[in-house]
């Protein structure tokens, strides 16, 4: 795991989401996909950032992303160990991730930029 992605969060309502995360906390949008069920948050001058998921678009759970090199490799040294994931690593538009739960049922994920 090289460093954080971006962090998932369920969501009933994007609008009232921007209205809190963007007019309350101060963050700035750092992209609007509301028509797909996502917003997501810039913090600061980092880039991984807070995406608010949609569930009446989409099921969603809080969920942590990791970047890794390689999401073939680190899933596969991953179930190796035991880890079992939710689904095949699966395309996104800028490389491939994939997504597992913890001991305790929290969500994580790994993605690589290999698109990029």
């Known amino acids: 795991m090289k460093d954080y992605d971006n962090f998932f969060l369920p ?5 009232k989401g921007k209205e809190f995360y963007n007019d309350t906390l ?18 600061g001058d980092q880039e991984p950032a807070i995406i608010l998921k949609d569930i009446n678009v ?17 899933y596969d040294k991953l179930r190796s160990k035991g880890v ?9 538009p800028t490389g491939l991730a994939v997504e597992f739960e913890d001991p305790f049922g929290n969500r994580l994920g790994i993605t690589d930029y290999s698109a990029s």
């Open 58 to 74: 989409m099921p969603a759970k809080s969920t942590i992303w990791f970047v890794v090199d390689s999401v073939k490799d680190e």
């Open 11 to 15: 969501a009933t309502d994007l609008e």
């Open 26 to 43: 101060g963050l700035p949008i750092k992209f609007d996909f509301s028509d797909k069920g996502m917003v997501a948050f810039k913090v």
């Open 84 to 92: 079992e994931f939710l689904s095949e690593p699966f395309q996104i």
